[in-house]
């Protein structure tokens, strides 16, 4: 997209202006359910999923081409002892991504999804969000930009994942500004944060959202200053994915705060995204709840990487596979639900 004034007056247009449902696509998805050889609403949220895949990519319900991406950042707010792993396992797992070995790889494989890994400026940490913005908003503007060429490559249904050490402080503190409640509401161990570590991640969440308090009203503003490089790409993806009919799944606690800047900037940008999994971080719930959104799969993960919506693309896949493959009544010769059959003695 080109760029004009001031960086975010792209994404405001953008946002202002959101594609809506395919409504020939998703009347003819309800059609056909019905004459599929089942009884009626027996295949339950695998229908609806149907139906939303129908609305979203404009076509009958097919996902051939899934993608799992990674968007990788490393953040300023680290240096505060907020979690027990160094910075430096971000860039370790981005190797560890590409050369097959992390819990991601083997469910793309198990599920023959696509992946891509995007680093972001891995050697230069965003600001520290405690006490400046964690990005300009020419990087802000310019990392969504990049995020929403994530696509490119071309796919029918986008897993969005994420790594980041530090992330989980992050994405706690954008929940804080969108939502409100305590610091406690939002944040959770992460990979593994507790005691004296928690508290300072608390405080750090506190101090965060109170240094930059005149400037929340923004969504944009709210992920420029207390984001970081892969949430801003995690936003641009997702918005990318609406304009070009690409219906998403989003993975746990990091990639819902992502989306929850679009929630916020219009009510409707998310319609064309499901949750593929509630993530055992504690907020997380309470975040998708904000949504209005109920998560396709509850399996006690906390990983992140992809991990949950991945999982959940299987079923998405199985969804789409039922609508467009099995038979029909007619087709398969089998009656139809018609007057009961009276009563034999
Ligand atoms: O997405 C989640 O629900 C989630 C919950 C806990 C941890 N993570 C992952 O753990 C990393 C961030 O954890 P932390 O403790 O460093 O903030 C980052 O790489 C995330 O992908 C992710
Ligand atoms: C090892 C490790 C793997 C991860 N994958 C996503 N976040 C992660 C965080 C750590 C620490």
Redesign the pocket.
Same mark, same amino acid.
Do not use: Q, R
């Given at each position: 997209m080109s760029m004009s004034g001031l960086p975010f007056d792209d994404f405001r247009a953008l946002l202002r202006e959101l594609p809506g449902p395919d409504t020939r696509a998703l009347v003819a998805a309800r059609e056909r359910d019905k004459q599929l050889t089942k009884p009626a609403g027996s295949l339950g949220r695998l229908e609806e999923i149907a139906f939303w895949l129908a609305a979203w990519s404009g076509r009958q319900p097919a996902v051939n081409r899934p993608l799992v991406a990674i968007f990788a950042g490393n953040h300023g707010v680290a240096r505060h002892g907020i979690t027990p792993?160094p910075p430096s396992?971000t860039q370790q &797992?981005v190797e560890n991504f590409a050369a097959g070995g992390?819990a991601i790889n083997q469910i793309c494989a198990a599920y023959d999804l696509g992946l891509k890994i995007f680093d972001l400026a891995l050697d230069y940490p965003t600001g520290d969000i405690t006490s400046e913005a964690a990005l300009s908003e020419r990087d802000c503007a310019a990392t969504m930009a990049f995020g929403m060429e994530a696509i490119a490559g071309g796919t029918d249904l986008l897993c969005i994942g994420e &790594?980041g050490?530090g992330n989980t402080t992050v994405a706690a503190a954008i929940n804080l500004a969108l939502y409100g409640g305590e610091a406690e509401d939002w944040v959770g161990p992460g990979?593994g944060s507790h005691g004296e570590m928690l508290e300072r991640k608390i405080a750090a969440v506190k101090q965060a959202v109170a240094f930059h308090k005149d400037h929340l009203s923004d969504p944009l503003e709210v992920l420029r200053r207390l984001g970081g490089r892969e949430v801003a790409a995690m936003a641009g993806a997702i918005l990318a994915c609406r304009v070009e009919k690409i219906p998403v799944l989003i993975d746990g606690y990091v990639a819902t705060a992502a989306a929850s800047i679009l929630k916020a900037a219009n009510p409707a940008a998310l319609d064309h995204c499901l949750i593929g999994h509630v993530s055992a971080e504690p907020g997380h719930l309470r975040a998708i709840e904000k949504l209005g959104k109920t998560p396709l799969l509850a399996l006690g993960m906390r990983?992140?990487?992809g991990t949950g919506a991945a999982l959940a693309a299987g079923i998405v896949k199985a969804a789409a596979a039922c609508h467009s493959g099995m038979a029909t009544f007619a087709q398969a010769g089998v009656t139809t639900a018609g007057q009961p059959v009276p009563h034999q003695h």
């Open positions: 792993y396992v &797992m992390a &790594m050490i990979t990983l992140g990487e």
